[in-house]
């Protein structure tokens, strides 16, 4: 089981500033199968980043994501106020596909 | 427009079943995988199982093996995960997930199961 490290557990900024979010794997993931998902409180997920840098259908281009192997990176420039919230990394290469415990963005 | 509308679940006691149901809209359902993924509240996501757009193929968390079963009916669009043996550490919100791979892209509003006597 590829297991997904992120940090920091949480992440305090002001409004305009950059947010950079790390997901360490266990070990590499195949063709970089790694998706970001941003979670308000009571709703489900939603998708901002899939195969670890292309962006989901109306993500704006604030967030992009790199990495490839066994790190990764969400980075979130000039962080408005709406996009506090909790971001989940996932790989859905290998089974069982997992998640990162995720990183609590506050204002 | 997606739509994946969660529907089944409520309180439960230890070791009786549950079946959750997941009817999909605006898409080709049988193009998809289709996957549940459940969440403690305040708590992190959990991957349970997926089933291949063809139902011919599924895979589950060691967690929930031989207990759950996945399972679709393309013909209603519609998606189930059956429960058996619950126990309170199944006690989630249970998301259902749609993707044109194993990818979850789409997400439905999430039911809740309460396993308690």
């Known amino acids: 089981e590829i297991v997904l490290t992120q940090s920091p557990g949480t992440l305090s900024l002001s409004p305009g500033e950059r947010a950079t979010l790390s997901c360490r794997a266990s070990q590499s993931v195949a063709k970089n199968y790694l998706g970001w998902y941003q979670q308000k409180p009571g709703q489900p997920p939603r998708l901002l980043i899939h195969?670890?840098?292309v962006r989901a259908t109306g993500v704006p281009d604030r967030f992009s994501g790199s990495g490839s192997g066994t790190d990764f990176t969400l980075t979130i420039n000039n962080v408005e106020p709406d996009d506090f919230a909790m971001y989940h990394c996932?790989?859905?290469?290998?089974?069982?596909?997992?998640f990162g415990q995720g990183t609590r963005l506050d204002i | 427009e997606v739509q994946l509308v969660e529907s089944g679940g409520g309180l439960v006691q230890p070791g009786r079943s549950l079946t959750l149901s997941c009817t999909a809209s605006g898409l080709t359902f049988s193009s998809y995988w289709m996957q549940w993924v459940r969440q403690v509240p305040g708590q992190g996501l959990v991957w349970v199982s997926l089933?291949?757009?063809?139902?011919?193929?599924?895979i589950y968390a060691d967690s929930v093996k031989g207990r759950f079963t996945i399972s679709r009916d393309n013909a209603k669009s519609t998606l189930y995960l059956q429960m058996d043996s619950l126990t309170a550490a199944d006690t989630a919100v249970y998301y259902c997930?749609?993707?044109?791979?194993?990818?979850?892209?789409?997400w439905g509003q999430g039911t809740l199961v309460t396993v308690s006597s």
């Open positions: 997930v749609a993707g044109a791979g194993w990818q979850p892209d789409h």
């Open positions: 996932q790989q859905y290469a290998h089974s069982p596909l997992t």
């Open positions: 195969d670890a840098s």
């Open positions: 089933i291949r757009g063809d139902g011919t193929s599924s």
